[in-house]
């Protein structure tokens, strides 16, 4: 079976829990097709570089798969019907990585830095 890297886009009116629902349907479909999601990870609701659909922010969700193509292709195919998801994409990798992606690296950075900074202002008062 073939790896791939899947993330997509949900528009940002829908909620955190209707994210998680969509995660699910679509490893469903995987696992359906004979494959298996290893990871999922939410990224969380990010501004858009331009608008999609109407849409000026976007729930990410990144997914790592083990499947067959034709697995891959079904969830690609209910995807583009559902009205939820504005964009995906999916790359084919030579390995998947199991510690976390440069985007949840960056956003543990961002909050340690944050509470060094709130720590700073606290011994300052």
Do not use: C
Not at 1 to 13: I, P, T
Not at 41 to 46: A, H, P, Q, T, V
Not at 52 to 80: F, S, W
């Amino acid at each position: 079976m073939a790896l791939y890297e899947h993330v997509f886009l949900a528009r940002q009116d829908v909620s955190n829990q209707r994210v998680d629902e969509l995660v699910e349907q679509f490893k469903g479909v995987i696992e359906t097709g004979g494959g298996s999601v290893g990871k999922t990870e939410y990224w969380g609701l990010k501004s858009l570089t331009f608008r999609i659909a109407k849409n000026r922010k976007a729930h990410y969700t990144l997914m790592n798969i083990d499947a067959p193509h034709t697995a891959v292709a079904e969830m690609e195919r209910q995807m583009g019907i559902n009205e939820d998801v504005i964009r995906f994409l999916t790359v084919r990798v030579e390995e998947l990585e199991d510690e976390p992606s440069v985007q949840m690296q960056k956003k543990e950075r961002d909050d340690r830095r944050r509470r060094d900074r709130e720590r700073r202002r606290e011994d300052e008062e």
